[in-house]
């Protein structure tokens, strides 16, 4: 698809600018990821050092953001992975497979990261009100219902709640910094224990663990890709809004992490469940503690939402190609987005929200995703810039083809650290080949297609 060819989805408005973008992204990414997660990387590193997971989580995202910038302003469609390895392996072959097995993902890793933040909602819930399990769980659960509600209107008003929801977001995390800041102690802040740069296996073990939850973190400078159909002036503003975004976001979480680490002695914090609130407990109070957690949880708010809004065109925009079940590509009739996606996703959302554990989200959505979406992608780009001419990608990404070489190998890094998660990885890569076959048998395409033309042909 040609720069010239970049007409907007049928039946979608292009509606969201920069300014959209940026924080439909940022939303997504902070969520209540660094807030359940900072105690755990500062368990796996043992010590302050745990800021150079967050600084490799976000060298990582960087450079992938290179290979998303690319292929986003080249293929500004809904849909975002699906369009691009579709396009990047061959639309009529093994594209086909590439971009069917991302739909197919879709529809577990979508919901476990939906899940992941609502159960890291009502686990955080907790500072506020001791809830037992089974209250924590409706909380979970309902509040995936609540995004749905909010999420079932036109993409214009989406992009006015996107932007109040990010104030918010950047928000409280200034106020974090703020106050860390002014009660700032060095000397505590950089307390490292012995061996703390040993540099050893054992030492990028820890980092490697660490990384799973801050790369978590950093996940959904993406995210306006998926969206691509709905974005004004795409070739420009989708890179500007992933690099503000990563940049944006490395900062603040940089700073936030060192403001806590200044206030909170490391060895405690590494067994805090409600860290960031004990940190603001610590500069103010119990009441503004309090007041902290409730910010926070409308962050995690905040992030379920744009998660479920960029999530729900991938089954859509498949649909539309004939490569997926035809009800999702279905639009609203008035409000005109694809309702079907949302509620499928959103429903089996809620469910994993009620029957996971928040750590088994965490594992379970890097070892799902690595392999087809993040690493398939920058393999798709290198092949693509030998199939098309470069006046068809309106961003080139610098010093091709370094960045994408180098997040494919930070991705297959990450995915063997993810451990005995990384079988089901696998296998649902496997039974995702499997129901394709199935899929493409029953329609008489490619890989059988040419089959059946030559049985036909046969006396």
Not at 208 to 218: E, L
Not at 241 to 260: H, K
Not at 349 to 368: D, E, K, M, R, W
Not at 442 to 452: D, I, L, T
Request: aromatic content about 14%.
């Amino acid at each position: 698809m040609s720069t010239s060819e970049k007409a907007t989805t049928p039946g979608l408005e292009r509606a969201l600018g920069l300014k959209e973008a940026v924080a439909l992204n940022m939303i997504e990414i902070v969520g209540i990821g660094p807030f359940v997660v900072s105690s755990l990387v500062i368990r796996a590193m043992g010590g302050p050092q745990a800021l150079l997971a967050w600084l490799g989580g976000a060298l990582l995202a960087a450079l992938d953001g290179f290979v998303w910038s690319e292929l986003g302003a080249a293929m500004p469609k809904a849909g975002g992975t699906y369009v691009f390895l579709r396009e990047a392996y061959g639309p009529e072959k093994w594209g086909r497979l590439m971009s069917f097995l991302f739909v197919w993902q879709t529809f577990l890793h979508v919901p476990l990261s939906v899940a992941s933040a609502s159960i890291g909602f009502a686990s955080y819930a907790k500072y506020l009100y001791p809830f037992s399990t089974l209250e924590a769980k409706a909380i979970s659960g309902g509040l995936v219902l609540l995004l749905i509600v909010l999420l079932y209107r036109r993409i214009g008003t989406i992009g006015k709640i996107s932007v109040f929801l990010w104030i918010g977001v950047v928000g409280v995390m200034l106020w974090l910094i703020w106050g860390g800041l002014r009660h700032f102690n060095a000397k505590l802040a950089f307390d490292f224990p012995e061996g703390a740069f040993a540099f050893s296996s054992l030492w990028f073990a820890g980092l490697g663990s660490a990384m799973i939850s801050t790369v978590y973190s950093y996940w959904g400078y993406y995210n306006i890709c998926h969206l691509g159909g709905e974005i004004r002036n795409p070739e420009k503003n989708i890179p500007r809004g992933i690099f503000l975004s990563v940049a944006g976001i490395a900062v603040l979480y940089l700073a936030m992490q060192t403001s806590i680490l200044g206030v909170v002695p490391w060895r405690e914090a590494a067994d805090s469940k409600f860290l960031a609130s004990l940190f603001v407990e610590r500069l103010y109070g119990p009441a503004a503690a309090k007041i902290a957690t409730a910010m926070i949880l409308w962050v995690a708010l905040a992030s379920i939402f744009s998660v479920l809004l960029g999530a729900s065109r991938v089954p859509y925009s498949a649909a539309l190609d004939d490569n997926f079940f035809p009800v999702f590509a279905r639009l609203h009739p008035t409000k005109h987005f694809p309702y079907v996606s949302l509620l499928v996703l959103g429903g089996l959302a809620s469910l994993f929200s009620v029957i996971l554990s928040l750590q088994t989200a965490i594992v379970g959505i890097l070892a799902v995703r690595l392999i087809v979406q993040f690493i398939g992608q920058a393999v798709g780009v290198m092949l693509l810039r030998r199939r098309w001419s470069l006046e068809r990608f309106p961003f080139k990404m610098w010093l091709y083809p370094l960045p994408a070489v180098l997040s494919m190998t930070g991705w297959f890094w990450l995915f063997w650290r993810t451990g005995p998660a990384r079988k089901w990885g696998l296998l649902q890569i496997a039974l995702g080949v499997v129901a394709f076959l199935i899929w493409t048998w029953e329609k008489k395409q490619w890989p059988f297609a040419r089959a059946v033309t030559g049985d036909s042909q046969s006396p």
